[in-house]
């Protein structure tokens, strides 16, 4: 490697390091609910690994996949166990397992990851059994679950290793899978199994060491003006081919192939002749490699075209800890793969390819494109009818040179903190008429985050511990119509309903939980879920977008604590603030208190530090909420002081406390730690340091350069104090990315058939923070990071052709 690209990485890195710290304070959930001990969980002593679900409503029971057992659970009350059964490895599979080298209590067993619906009362399951991939068919009739042991070929359906990730659907009887068909996980298939089976080619034009994570169906053939077929989505992450890079770039990338392929006849035999796949775009506001797609989640529309997509995207390097959800309507996939250019390798210098876009002439019918009413006129019926032609140009072009844009331009959401892992979207009709799709979204810790794009507006409702210890989140089912989440992880499942509108207790704290499934019932006098509240909802207020209490009554006042002050000590006074989002100020005889070395203000409270006569009077802690630019602020307690006399001794309680200089010193370490400090927190320095004794010019280069991006993080860090940054509000980039605004209502298919308007594209706002930021030129010419740039698209920051007739 150059010196010139080691010391671009260095600085690259580092400047990533200092966006990380500073955007670790946004998207803040405004509420935090700690794990309760009356969740409802299921666990069996002994099993593990519950990563597989599948709701069956008309059931009423909670299919559920864990290690060497399915279980149908209670859809009311996943506690209640309605029947199991076990599915182990035989001892021989098990041996066979481990003389092949994998661990016989770890690899060596069956997990269960797929179940699918065939009808009424069949499933079709798949375990890895023992890295020897077996599918199933299983029975649930009268609370009766039985696994038929039929015992069929899983290769192709269901992964060898228990770790991969894989995705697999089920359309009438074929089944869609997506996963690796060799044991060593090297050979990556999309693959249909039906009367007809299809696969991929095995190039890595077509996938290279991908990671599959999610596949949906959309039947685009209904009211079909063109006469076209369904489509089956896929989701994934794979190596770049498209990018000049001096290491392995992963990008994310949606994929989709028609329900009617049939293969091609010479060419394409047996394999898709409509698999066309382009990357997914979701741009962080800080520079960044592509971020990686996690989980995706289909929000159905009864305008198919109008589904919505939300996928969880992840940093690709560690050194970020930012996630973000991006969306994608159906339309926006489809125009780029119905209309939009195709990429295609061309040697550069002797042995190496380049993608770039085709500036060719495109063959009739358009490769890649499902048999349509075109085609048939020209007497192509079937897929085996399309030219030679048509058929190579897509064997060797599969993938799109523009990527898909997300719905509103940028993240729905952006969060730093633990990583997200999985997404379920719900909609909820608000008492403003219209409908908010709430993300549910699992994290590495075992929390859900509860969010909502209020036009653009990202929010945090709240985060709620499904875990009492910290465990990924590896499967996320929801279940609308009862209004229940339902959460799988290796130590058990648990249930948690949408919403708890009983946690907010006054009218006040109701909207400013801002929480689309809630309203102040004034009738009640509680927080109600809007599905239970009277018919006219004439006495229910909500304020989704605004957080505006002034319908409230208004609260009573804060009675005053007497504190008793005797001169020379110290008096603590408690306040917390009434959110995450609020802070507490303090006043006293008319003026805002300021820490000084008479006050000490911290998280919990204010320290009065040696009293006189003169601190006597009342302090009053105001807790104060900024949402949506409005401010909510709300006095939190009062406290009297007045100076000690003899006769009060015994009858007031004195809450004041000698403070020790060292619980003082404490508190200020506490306070200052959590400022960045970039020179002690940077973990980049010994690293470089180390390998330093070698190369000792480079040594030195690299020390100088580290000390310049320091400098100009530190100007950075400068400029961007200047910014307002809460939760970002995120506005579209100025690349001219097309914002499609939702004209028409949206429903969610399979629940109380209510509207869903997608949230974020009449976002108007300015959002002055979000068009400053600074690119890292990772193709790396040597220079520190470059001046800010309007709109960082994760991949713009790498070096491309961009044309083929550029070369
Ligand atoms: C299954 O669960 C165990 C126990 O939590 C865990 O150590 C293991 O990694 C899990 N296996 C898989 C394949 O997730
Ligand atoms: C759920 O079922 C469990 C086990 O039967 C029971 O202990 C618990 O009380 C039930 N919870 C509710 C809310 O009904
Ligand atoms: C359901 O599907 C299975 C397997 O395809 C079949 O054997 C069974 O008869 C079907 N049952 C019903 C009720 O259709
Ligand atoms: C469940 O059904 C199977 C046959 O389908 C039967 O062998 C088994 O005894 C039944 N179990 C119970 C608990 O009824
Ligand atoms: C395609 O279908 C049409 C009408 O069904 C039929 O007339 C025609 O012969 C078919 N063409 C081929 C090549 O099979
Ligand atoms: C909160 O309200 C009080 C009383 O209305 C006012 O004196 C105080 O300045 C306000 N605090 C903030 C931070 O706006």
Not at 271 to 289: Q, V
Not at 316 to 327: G, L, P, R, T
């Amino acid at each position: 490697m150059s010196l010139l690209s080691t010391l671009s990485i260095v600085c690259g890195l580092m400047l990533q390091l200092y966006f990380s710290l500073l955007s670790a304070q946004h998207c803040v959930p405004r509420n935090t609910v700690s794990y309760q001990s009356n969740l409802k969980l299921f666990r069996k002593e002994g099993t593990f690994n519950y990563s597989t679900m599948l709701i069956r409503d008309d059931l009423g029971v909670l299919l559920l996949g864990a290690r060497e057992a399915v279980f149908a659970l209670d859809l009311n009350n996943i506690s209640v166990q309605k029947d199991m059964d076990k599915w182990g490895v035989t001892q021989e599979k098990q041996r066979e397992c481990t003389y092949k080298g994998k661990n016989a209590e770890v690899e060596c067993r069956n997990y269960v990851r797929t179940l699918h619906s065939l009808n009424d009362t069949t499933f079709y399951v798949c375990g890895t059994n023992a890295f020897s991939p077996t599918c199933d068919y299983m029975t649930f009739a009268n609370n009766n679950l039985t696994l038929k042991r039929k015992q069929e070929e899983g290769k192709g359906k269901c992964p060898f290793d228990p770790f991969q990730r894989y995705s697999s659907l089920m359309v009438g009887n074929d089944l869609y899978s997506a996963t690796s068909i060799n044991f060593l996980g090297s050979e990556p298939v999309v693959l249909r199994t039906s009367a007809l089976t299809l696969r991929t080619e095995f190039k890595s034009s077509w996938l290279s060491e991908p990671n599959f994570v999610y596949m949906d169906f959309m039947e685009e053939s209904f009211e079909s003006p063109d006469g076209d077929d369904d489509k089956v989505y896929l989701f994934f992450s794979e190596n770049a081919m498209e990018y000049d890079f001096y290491r392995k770039v992963v990008v994310s990338r949606v994929a989709r192939v028609c329900k009617g392929d049939m293969g091609g006849q010479r060419t394409l035999q047996r394999k898709w002749t409509s698999f066309l796949k382009a990357r997914l775009d979701c741009s962080f506001p800080e520079p960044s490699l592509p971020p990686i797609v996690q989980d995706v989640f289909l929000l159905r529309h009864k305008d198919w075209r109008k589904s919505v997509f939300y996928a969880v995207f992840t940093p690709q390097s560690s050194m970020s800890q930012i996630s973000a959800v991006c969306a994608y309507t159906v339309d926006a996939i489809r125009a780029i793969f119905n209309e939009g250019k195709f990429k295609t390798s061309v040697a550069v210098e002797t042995s190496h390819v380049k993608w770039v876009m085709y500036t060719g002439e495109v063959p009739v019918p358009r490769p890649g494109a499902c048999i349509n009413d075109v085609a048939r006129k020209t007497g192509m019926n079937r897929s085996l009818d399309l030219p030679d032609k048509t058929l190579q140009f897509i064997r060797d072009r599969p993938l799109m040179d523009e990527a898909v844009p997300p719905l509103t331009g940028g993240p729905l959401l952006l969060k730093a903190g633990p990583l997200l892992t999985r997404i379920v979207v719900d909609s909820v009709l608000a008492l403003d008429g219209e409908t908010y799709n709430v993300m549910f979204i699992g994290t590495e810790n075992g929390y859900v985050q509860k969010a909502v794009n209020f036009d653009g507006e990202m929010f945090i409702i709240e985060e709620i511990q499904l875990y009492e210890n910290p465990e990924a989140i590896k499967t996320l089912s929801l279940s609308s119509s009862k209004g229940q989440l339902y959460a799988g992880a290796d130590s058990g499942a648990v249930q948690m309903p949408v919403s708890d509108c009983s946690r907010y207790q006054s009218c006040e704290d109701c909207i400013l939980s801002r929480d689309p499934y809630c309203a102040w019932d004034s009738s009640g006098e509680r927080c109600s879920s809007v599905y239970s509240l009277p018919a006219d909802r004439k006495t229910a207020v909500q304020s989704l977008k605004d957080g505006d209490v002034s319908q409230c009554p208004s609260p009573d006042p804060v009675a005053a604590v007497d504190v008793a002050l005797v001169p020379g000590n110290n008096i603590q006074l408690t306040c917390r603030p009434h959110s995450n989002l609020a802070r507490v100020h303090w006043r006293f005889s008319g003026l805002h208190l300021q820490a000084n070395s008479k006050y000490y203000i911290y998280g919990g409270g204010l320290l009065v530090l040696n009293t006189a006569a003169s601190d006597a009077g009342f302090y009053l802690c105001d807790s104060v909420e900024q949402t949506n630019g409005r401010t909510y602020n709300r006095t939190a307690a009062v406290y009297h002081l007045h100076v000690f006399s003899e006769p009060e001794l015994d009858v007031n309680p004195t809450p004041e406390i000698t403070v020790t200089k060292h619980f003082i010193q404490t508190l200020k370490t506490a306070a200052t730690g959590s400022q960045p400090d970039l020179a002690s927190e940077d973990p980049l320095m010994p690293e470089t340091q180390s390998d330093a004794g070698k190369v000792s010019r480079l040594e030195v280069a690299v020390a100088l350069l580290s000390l310049l991006c320091l400098s100009l993080i530190g100007v950075l860090l400068w400029f961007w104090k200047q910014g307002h940054w809460k939760c970002f509000s995120f506005m579209p980039g100025s690349k001219g990315v097309e914002r499609k605004r939702p004209s028409t209502d949206y429903t969610h298919i399979q629940n109380r058939n209510s509207e869903i308007k997608l949230l974020g594209p009449e976002a108007g706002r300015p959002c002055s923070a979000n068009n400053n930021h600074s690119a890292v030129d990772f193709k790396g010419n040597g220079e520190c990071p470059v001046p800010p740039r309007a709109n960082i698209s994760g991949l713009d920051v790498l070096g491309l052709i961009h044309d083929e007739s550029e070369i």
